[in-house]
């Protein structure tokens, strides 16, 4: 994980290949329990639900979870509620998993095991 912490999101407007497969498999063992999910459209997506003990530490984490999302350009799917968090990653640009989803899921990662 930690060559993933040190990079920075790369800007991406599309035009870029996604991960194939063997490609996201390489990645996922850099990050620590991210499922690799798909939609209805074949996409692929990094999520992880992360438990907390009240909605005061939820919202905490998800301001948080923003803040490195603002700095590295990224955005994910945020849900979250009482004593949870669900965060969906993907590049909404190429439809598909790119390094940069591997990046902001080790910062979010890094930030909930301080």
């Known amino acids: 994980m930690s060559d993933?912490?040190?990079?920075?999101?790369?800007p991406c407007e599309g035009g870029?290949?996604?991960?194939d497969v063997s490609e996201i498999h390489k990645y996922q063992k850099k990050v620590d329990g991210w499922e690799l999910v798909q939609n209805d459209k074949k996409i692929y997506f990094l999520e992880k639900k992360f438990t907390f003990?009240?909605?005061l530490e939820s919202q905490d984490f998800v301001n948080k979870v923003g803040k490195i999302s603002?700095?590295?350009g990224h955005h994910p799917?945020?849900?979250?509620g009482w004593g949870y968090a669900k965060i969906t990653?993907?590049?909404h640009a190429i439809e598909g998993?790119?390094?940069n989803d591997f990046i902001l899921a080790a910062k979010i990662d890094q930030n909930f095991n301080v």
Request: include cysteine; hydrophobic fraction near 40%; charge should be negative.
């Open 4 to 10: 993933l912490l040190s990079k920075k999101c790369s």
């Open 16 to 19: 870029v290949i996604p991960f």
């Open 53 to 55: 003990k009240n909605f």
């Open 70 to 72: 603002e700095e590295e």
């Open 77 to 80: 799917d945020i849900l979250f």
């Open 89 to 91: 990653i993907t590049t």
């Open 97 to 99: 998993l790119s390094e």
